[in-house]
């Protein structure tokens, strides 16, 4: 099987020869404007514009659902929705939710199989979302590296 390698650098500027996907987690609340998606939005302005566009046509729009955005001839953006809304709630739930990470992930390895691409990605949901990547970490390799693709993970130098 596969690992997961391990980069330094920025996930929005992958240095890898055919097709990307740079995967990240969004909220189900339609928010978007601080975290990962900053810097996608720095360099793209389709895959928010396409986020809430999605958001406020209501369907589909779920955890556990994926949004694939095209942003060059070989990149694609996937908004991924593993996120309930955005705070930590007073008994301290994380707005992560492993389960539709996974589900997530799950469509992700599809669509990463139908254009033989590699996956790019920050730590995702361990950010705001205030996963652990303990538990992000045996998820990608259930979905993504059991699927024989390849994933990098950046962090930020």
Request: proline share 3%; net charge neutral; aromatic share 10%.
């Amino acid at each position: 099987m596969k690992k997961i390698q391990y980069l330094k650098g920025d996930a929005t500027n992958p240095k890898a020869e055919g097709n990307k996907i740079i995967a990240h987690i969004c909220n189900d609340i339609g928010g978007w404007g601080k975290g990962f998606v900053v810097a996608v939005s720095k360099r793209w302005k389709q895959p928010e514009k396409e986020y809430r566009e999605w958001f406020k046509n209501g369907g589909n729009f779920n955890l556990g659902e994926i949004q694939m955005v095209q942003t060059e001839k070989d990149i694609w953006v996937c908004n991924m929705i593993g996120q309930h809304k955005i705070m930590t709630n007073s008994n301290g739930v994380q707005p992560i939710r492993y389960e539709a990470v996974e589900e997530c992930l799950e469509k992700l390895a599809n669509e990463a199989l139908k254009f033989n691409a590699e996956v790019h990605m920050p730590r995702i949901g361990c950010g705001l979302a205030g996963g652990k990547w303990e538990e992000i970490e045996p998820i990608i390799e259930r979905t993504l590296l059991r699927n024989d693709i390849s994933v990098y993970v950046y962090d930020f130098e």
